[in-house]
């Protein structure tokens, strides 16, 4: 069992940083292929970033790529997945979700979020405009 809590939402202005980060415990934890998904009020969830177990490929989705960065953490931080959020605008407000999945993830970014094995509860992001 893989229990995944995130942490780090708020609300910022557009064109400021957050930093989200996701502790994972349980069997499997980081060492999956990790993602962020987020939704938007009234839409789907959807992906947003993605890294691979051993945390040498990153993956994003065309809207955060160049402001988003996806990585595991290190020494203290080994059970810590991050995404920092640069320059954000106000279509990044939502709820972003933590997953892991034992999948690679070349495959995992493929899926509908309701396929990934582990999430996390979400934390909201709001940013103003």
């Known amino acids: 069992q893989v229990q995944l809590v995130e942490s780090g939402g708020g609300l910022v202005q557009a064109g400021n940083s957050l930093r989200l980060s996701c502790v994972a415990s349980?069997?499997?934890?980081?060492?999956?292929?990790m993602a962020w998904f987020r939704q938007a009020p009234g839409k789907k969830r959807v992906f947003v970033a993605a890294?691979?177990?051993?945390?040498?490929?990153?993956?994003?989705a065309a809207p955060v790529n160049d402001r988003f960065t996806i990585f595991k953490g290190n020494d203290k931080d080994k059970n810590t997945l991050f995404l920092q959020m640069n320059a954000l605008e106000p279509a990044d407000t939502g709820v972003y979700y933590c997953?892991?999945?034992?999948?690679?993830?070349?495959?995992?970014?493929?899926?509908?979020?309701?396929?990934?094995?582990?999430w996390g509860q979400g934390t909201l992001v709001t940013v103003s405009g």
């Open positions: 349980g069997r499997a934890g980081v060492e999956n292929t």
């Open positions: 997953a892991s999945d034992s999948r690679d993830p070349t495959v995992v970014i493929t899926l509908d979020w309701t396929y990934l094995e582990h």
């Open positions: 890294i691979s177990s051993t945390g040498d490929s990153t993956f994003y």
